[in-house]
């Protein structure tokens, strides 16, 4: 064979060998940098040097979890709750790690090999971390039963009247406090972007319903009275009216409160001070503990009538009584009748109520309404059974009819 035949075949050989080196560097080049990351790539300060694009979402998805169970405690009046980052909301952005480190390892075989080499030699350095966002509202939703009560209720001004008088002192108010849920919320998630654990939750005061400022300028005069007689009472209804008087007494409304005559006045026993008394049950005459504090309740319902006060709820006896006319009575029962109004006087009102001589004196103060009411009751059916009375009022102010005989109640009385 010729030399230079031999020539050509061993650089054909040569050839084919360095080919096949070079084509397996490359595929390994291509195969190493695409499924593995490269030196110096850090995740959250953790190497990912040689790590698959599972292991690092592996890597994420465990440092997610590890954040979601970050707590963050909220001092409040000597108690600790805590809660966890995932309870407020924390969101993550940056999660995406693998997807970014693989799409930035590609390139051309040349771009490939000098990206290996700056990797080692430190001159590609590749740093990730997350991000920790919040939105607030997410927060203000965890938290929205959780700090509702107040911490300290706040004490409003209280009133007292010497009974039979006008003359007002007045208890001063006391602010409350509660969480400042707003300002709280900013807290946590300052406190979630900076991981600090410990929050001390934020005060803010709770007013009372009535300050002191507004307590001492209230008015009191005399809206209404009424008077019933308690001259033929013996001595255990006496007994009763001037106890079930002295609870009323000092009753203090504010505007568009309704009142319940049960709720004030309280039980009607004899473990709270009440004595047998005649009383009427399911329309029958008998003895039992209370007796005679319906009178109360009565005047009460008539000195509301003449402040053209809003009734909710009144009930008439079974049957008639003595101290007012048909129509004009209110009777309650421990387990039945209440009743109830509605200061509708756009003021507060304050209820006297005493026994002064022979009469029960119920008298209604706070700002005059400049209203005077007119009621009038009539005789709307009798039988030998049956007595069935309809009660009226007219309402004038400033000389004006504002309300021309209003049917206010019917009431049924049983006769023997």
Avoid at 119 to 131: D, V
Avoid at 148 to 167: H, L, Q, S, W, Y
Avoid at 385 to 412: C, F, M, P, Q, W
Wanted: with cysteine; charged share 25%.
């Amino acid at each position: 064979m010729k030399r230079w035949k031999i020539v050509v075949i061993a650089m054909i050989v040569i050839a084919a060998v360095i080919g096949g080196g070079v084509y397996q560097y490359i595929s390994s080049l291509k195969e190493e940098i695409a499924n593995y990351v490269l030196p110096n790539t850090t995740f959250e300060g953790l190497a990912l040097d040689g790590k698959t694009k599972v292991e690092v979402e592996e890597m994420v998805e465990q440092k997610i979890a590890e954040y979601n169970e970050k707590t963050v405690e909220v001092q409040v009046n000597g108690e600790t709750v805590s809660y966890t980052w995932e309870q407020l909301g924390a969101q993550y952005t940056g999660t995406d790690v693998a997807d970014i480190i693989f799409s930035e390892q590609q390139g051309s075989i040349s771009e490939l090999r000098d990206m290996k080499k700056a990797a080692e030699e430190g001159e590609r350095i590749r740093e990730y971390t997350i991000t920790v966002s919040i939105a607030e509202e997410d927060i203000a939703e965890e938290l929205t039963d959780q700090y509702n009560e107040n911490i300290k209720d706040p004490t409003d001004a209280t009133i007292f009247i010497a009974t039979g008088t006008t003359d007002v002192q007045v208890t001063p108010s006391e602010d409350g406090t509660k969480v400042d849920k707003d300002k709280l919320v900013v807290l946590l998630a300052e406190a979630v972007r900076n991981e600090t654990d410990i929050v001390e939750a934020p005060l803010e005061s709770v007013s009372p319903t009535l300050s002191t400022e507004e307590a001492n300028h209230l008015t009191f005069d005399v809206v209404s009275e009424f008077r019933t007689s308690v001259a033929t009472r013996t001595e255990n209804p006496l007994h009763n009216i001037t106890l079930a008087a002295s609870k009323l007494n000092g009753a203090f409304l504010a505007p568009d409160e309704v009142y319940s005559h049960k709720g004030r006045v309280g039980y009607i026993s004899a473990e709270n001070g009440y004595k047998d008394a005649t009383v009427y049950v399911a329309g029958e005459i008998s003895e039992d503990v209370g007796g005679g504090v319906c009178q109360v309740s009565t005047t009460l319902y008539n000195a509301v009538l003449l402040a053209d006060g809003e009734i909710v709820s009144r009930t008439a006896h079974s049957r008639t009584v003595s101290y007012v006319p048909e129509g004009l009575d209110a009777t309650v029962a421990n387990y039945g009748a209440d009743f109830l109004f509605k200061n509708n006087t756009g003021s507060y009102l304050y209820v006297h109520s005493w026994v002064e001589g022979d009469e029960l004196v119920v008298r209604l103060l706070g700002v005059p309404t400049g209203k005077e009411v007119e009621l009038v009751t009539e005789t709307a059916e009798r039988t030998d059974s049956e007595l069935v009375v309809y009660t009226y009022k007219t309402v004038t102010k400033n000389g004006k009819v504002i309300t021309d005989k209003e049917k206010i109640a019917t009431s049924r009385y049983k006769l023997d």
